[in-house]
């Protein structure tokens, strides 16, 4: 079914100034070819030093929502970088707890956007998603059908689900809140007002460009600190450009990750696309979630989260130019 034209995106630029104009560009005629009603545009015009305006014009893009009077479906934000985390204390807290909890609205970015969902959560209890932003996703030179499909499956029902292949063999099943995404934000976060103390969770982490042994230590980092072993899974999802170095003499991730398993006495995944990759899945933060593993297959359900009743998956149509063979 076609995506109505209801379907309203709002741009958020809360990290990185959009150097990929050619990208930003594309994401938007997308999105209007799929039937959306994109606002706020003018944020692929700012920049200054490294990131995309004023540290006080992007928490704007935030703070904003707590004042419109008709909320968007979508706030999208354009891209990740780094600079969500200078506007953490600069957020209006309360304000947007009272005007976003319980409303249908889908707040969705990765990377640095982590800070932005740890801190809304923690301070808030408002819940939004790690996937697809602008740039790197919707206006990527090839569309993943994956990432396109999913995000909208999932935002316009009360009830969702991730299924992957995983290289680990069992059987188990365990419930708790689903959370997660960059690991490097993450533990930027640790023993700060914007971490989230969350018990039994299945946590989700991935990352870009880090050396191996750096994401080890950032997994013990998440390990030492008690992290770990508050969760009920591990998953580790994609860890895009993290390669080895002539130093390292052979260790590489298989290895580090390893190293983790036999410390952290929980079930740690791999496999699930989610990150600096094509294709991801849209997972909501902080919610109710089951995982379960049959053989090498998992299976992540989710419910509770803000979902848009009256938006549909869009036509096919913007996926002429992917090869159907995608995943």
């Not at 304000?95 to 800070?115: C, I, K, N, W, Y």
């Not at 994609?238 to 080895?244: E, G, I, K």
């Amino acid at each position: 079914m076609q995506a109505r034209s209801s379907c309203s995106v709002r741009l958020i630029a809360p990290s990185g100034y959009p150097h990929d104009r050619d990208a930003m560009a594309r994401g938007v005629v997308r999105l209007r070819d799929a039937g959306c009603v994109v606002d706020s545009v003018e944020v692929l015009e700012r920049s200054e030093l490294r990131y995309a305006g004023s540290d006080m014009q992007r928490v704007a893009d935030i703070n904003t929502l707590a004042t419109l009077d008709t909320l968007p479906d979508v706030a999208l934000s354009i891209r990740g970088g780094y600079g969500a985390t200078r506007l953490l204390e600069h957020l209006h807290y309360d304000a947007l707890r009272e005007r976003l909890a319980g409303q249908p609205m889908v707040m969705v970015g990765h990377s640095d956007f982590t800070a932005l969902q740890m801190a809304l959560y923690a301070r808030s209890g408002l819940v939004s998603f790690g996937g697809p932003m602008l740039g790197p996703d919707f206006g990527a030179k090839e569309l993943s059908p994956l990432t396109w499909r999913h995000f909208w499956r999932t935002i316009s029902v009360p009830r969702g689900n991730a299924s992957w292949d995983c290289s680990e063999v069992g059987e188990f099943s365990v419930e708790g809140p689903l959370w997660g995404g960059n690991l490097a934000m993450l533990c930027s976060l640790l023993q700060t007002p914007y971490f989230p103390r969350i018990e039994g969770g299945i946590l989700f982490v991935e990352d870009v460009g880090e050396p191996p042994f750096r994401i080890e230590r950032l997994l013990y980092q998440l390990h030492l600190s008690g992290v770990l072993g508050r969760q009920r899974a591990l998953i580790l999802a994609n860890f895009t450009q993290c390669r080895p170095v002539a130093y390292d003499n052979g260790y590489d991730l298989a290895d580090g990750f390893a190293q983790i398993r036999r410390m952290v006495g929980i079930p740690v995944l791999s496999g699930m696309p989610f990150g600096h990759e094509p294709d991801k899945f849209t997972l909501p933060f902080g919610v109710p979630a089951r995982l379960r593993v049959v053989g090498q297959r998992v299976s992540l359900d989710f419910h509770g989260y803000p979902h848009l009743r009256h938006i549909h998956e869009p036509s096919m149509s913007v996926l002429q130019a992917v090869s159907s063979s995608n995943p």
